[in-house]
Every structure is written in structure tokens, then in C-alpha cells.
């Protein structure tokens, strides 16, 4: 397909770039983190979003290059504000990995980027949608399992709208849940639908997990999820996602 050929050399020709989506600390509306978000501004196709070409890189095999260089740049940009002072060593950068990526050599590649930077496994945290827990869950159980003996915190992404049971987070540990912006949409209005949020902060809490709600909208939803006891959020109340200057600046107002 047109998509397909187009996709061939994108980062070369330097069409990819990230831009960073803030997260906050619910409690005291602090920045304390960030997700990596990739785009594609094609010549030919113009802005094209990764729920379409994604799932073409997994197919024909692009993930892997580009998803090095979302490693790449999110590692160079993370450092960079580390060493001019703009974040402190607390302050984490989420990166979205595909099965495929997950299953080339991975926990390797992120070692070495991690040393050529400088950077702690707790600059970057791994995340990975619900998705790849039914993908091959043998396999990227034991990339999971050496990513997090290293100190890399994983984060399963869009929770809920898969079909992730109960044994399988049993099975595959991670550290962070993230709770789908679909949920998160319910919690306004006079009857708003708190039970599923709650259940999964109850699973999460027995599975030592930390919880992310996702797609924040409206004073309302964050008033629901701080109730409820929800650590973090993002969404398009706290911040949408940001060009890397963009950050900086957020950074300097809400950090
Ligand atoms: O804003 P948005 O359209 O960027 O993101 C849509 C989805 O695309 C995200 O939920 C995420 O799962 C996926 N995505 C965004 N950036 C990346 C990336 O760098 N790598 C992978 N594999 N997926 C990404
Ligand atoms: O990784 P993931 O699929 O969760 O990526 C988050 C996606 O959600 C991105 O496409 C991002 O642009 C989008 N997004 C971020 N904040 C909001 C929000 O508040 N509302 C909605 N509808 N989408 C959001
Ligand atoms: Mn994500
Ligand atoms: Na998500």
C-alpha cells in the first residue's frame, strides 16, 4: 500500500518525532512525568497517527527501527533536561512498545541506550497495551520479567479493554496499571459510573500496582479519581501532548 511504501525511510527522512503528554500527581496537581507519544508527518500523506501506521510497521517488520528511535530520542531528550535542570531524577518518561519490538532484543538495546545516556532504569518505563499479554505471553513474560529485575518499571496500557484476566497479571508482574480513558469518561455527571475504577484500583492495590487514569477531560473526573484514590492522571484538562520546547515551558508553570 501507498501507506506501507511511504512508511519505508520515514525516520531517515526525519518525518518522526515525539511530542510528550504530562502526567500528574492527583494529590497536588504536580507534573511528574511524561509519555513519549510518536508522530508521522508524511510529504506525500500528511499527518498520518500511529493507530493507522503502527499496526503496518508491526506487519512488515518498520517497528523495530522505528521504535529504536523512540527509544533513541526519548532517551537524548530526557537526559538533556536532566542535565540542564528542567526535570529531576524522579521525574519518568513512558515509552510505548509494541509486541514485535518487545520481542527482537529489547532488554538489550535499552540497557545500552540507557548507559550511552547516562540514564537509570528509572528514567523510561515500559508500555505495553493489554493487547501483548495475549500475544506470545510465554515469551514476553520473560523479556518483561528481565526488564524488571533491571529496574525498568513496565505499564500495562489501556486496561479494561482487553481481555486480561485476573491470572494473567498474576503471572506477568507489572508495576503500573493503566486505567482506559473509556472508563474514565463515565465519572461524570449526577450518576457517575465509579465501579469499575474502583474495581480495578482494589486489583491493582492487591497486586502492589500503581495506577494512571487516562484521558482526563473535565474538573469533574479529577475530583472523582482523586475520591476514588487514583495516584496519577493525564489527559487533555492537565495538558495535551507536547512538542519537546512545549514541555519545557509546561515544565516551568506546573512542575
Ligand atoms: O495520540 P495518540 O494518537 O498518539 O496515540 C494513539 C496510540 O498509538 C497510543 O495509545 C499508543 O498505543 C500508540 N503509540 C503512540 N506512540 C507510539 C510509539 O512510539 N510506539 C508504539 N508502538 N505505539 C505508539
Ligand atoms: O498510549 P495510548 O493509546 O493511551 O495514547 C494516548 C492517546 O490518547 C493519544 O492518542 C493521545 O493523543 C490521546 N489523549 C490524550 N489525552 C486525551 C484526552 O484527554 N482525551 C482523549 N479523548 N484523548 C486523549
Ligand atoms: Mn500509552
Ligand atoms: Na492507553
Not at 500528574?24 to 500528511?46: I, M
Request: net charge negative; aromatic share 6%.
Amino acid at each position: 500500500t501507498r501507506l506501507d511504501h511511504e512508511l519505508h525511510g520515514a525516520v531517515a527522512r526525519g518525518e518522526m518525532s515525539l511530542v510528550y503528554q504530562p502526567v500528574v500527581d492527583l494529590a497536588g496537581d504536580r507534573t511528574v512525568g511524561a509519555e513519549a507519544l510518536l508522530r508521522w508527518h508524511s510529504p506525500t500523506l500528511g499527518p498520518v497517527p500511529p493507530s493507522e501506521f503502527v499496526p503496518v510497521a508491526e506487519d512488515n517488520g518498520l517497528v523495530v527501527p522505528i521504535g529504536r528511535y523512540v527509544l533513541e530520542q526519548a532517551a537524548a531528550d530526557i537526559a538533556r533536561w536532566r542535565a540542564d535542570g528542567t526535570v529531576d531524577e524522579s521525574f519518568t518518561v513512558a515509552v510505548n512498545v509494541s509486541v514485535r519490538q518487545l520481542c527482537s532484543t529489547f532488554p538489550e538495546d535499552l540497557d545500552r541506550l540507557l548507559e550511552e545516556h547516562g540514564l537509570p532504569h528509572g528514567a523510561l518505563t515500559v508500555e505495553i497495551t493489554e493487547s501483548v499479554l495475549l500475544d506470545g505471553s510465554v515469551f514476553s513474560g520473560s523479556v518483561l520479567s528481565r526488564l524488571r529485575r533491571a529496574g525498568t518499571r513496565v505499564s500495562l496500557d489501556d486496561f479494561g479493554t482487553g481481555y486480561s484476566s485476573l491470572s494473567y497479571l498474576q503471572r506477568l508482574p507489572m508495576d503500573i496499571l493503566k486505567i482506559d480513558r473509556s472508563f474514565v469518561g463515565e465519572l461524570d455527571g449526577p450518576t457517575p459510573r465509579t465501579g469499575l475504577v474502583s474495581a480495578v484500583l482494589d486489583l491493582a492495590r492487591s497486586l502492589g500496582m500503581d495506577v494512571v487514569a487516562e484521558g482526563v477531560e473535565t474538573p469533574e473526573q479529577a475530583d472523582r479519581l482523586r475520591l476514588l484514590g487514583v495516584d496519577r492522571a493525564q489527559g487533555w484538562l492537565f495538558a495535551r501532548p507536547l512538542r519537546p520546547g512545549e514541555l519545557v515551558a509546561h515544565l516551568g508553570t506546573h512542575a
